[in-house]
């Protein structure tokens, strides 16, 4: 680990630190940087605001998707449920600090990053995410998302949402001729 992403993991961890404790709006880069124990400038050369570190943040999450090996042999609907899920079960440790983040976030700001998400999650499956599959995926998560936010406890409602909206993905790819 470099000494980058070394800074930028302490930062992310201090982020969902404070954001589980007071609203995001309340707090600053220069909160997270002493929360992080390191300097506020360390910080800035690497972060220039609390937006990327949430970027890293979701790089990290994003991780979990892509380190699913699916089976050869698992559907393509079953390949992008693992590795979505895989995105959410990491996520789910810090459930109260990201639907906190998400909630003082503008929508707008949030859905930026999906497309990044949705693109990790079709890479982990094996697919290629083409325009047509891309969108399509983004529009999927962030609806599972709305989901999991609100889906205390063993995520069913989450699975089903999620097993629901691929189901959907693949009929509609397959309508336009994008299909897998």
Known sequence: MTAAEDILDRAAAAALSLAADRPWSQVSLRDIAQTAGVSFAELYARAEGKAAVLDHLATRFDRAALAVAPAAEASVHDRLFDAAMARIEAMEPHRAALVAISRSERLVVSALRFPKT?????????????????????????????????????????????????KQMASGLEKVGAGF
């Open 118 to 166: 949705a693109r990790a999650v079709l890479e982990a499956a094996g697919i290629d995410a083409t325009p047509a599959r891309l969108a399509a995926m983004t529009a999927v998560w962030a609806r599972v998302l709305q989901v999991w936010r609100d889906d205390e406890g063993a995520l069913n409602r989450t699975m089903a949402e999620l097993d629901k909206r691929l």
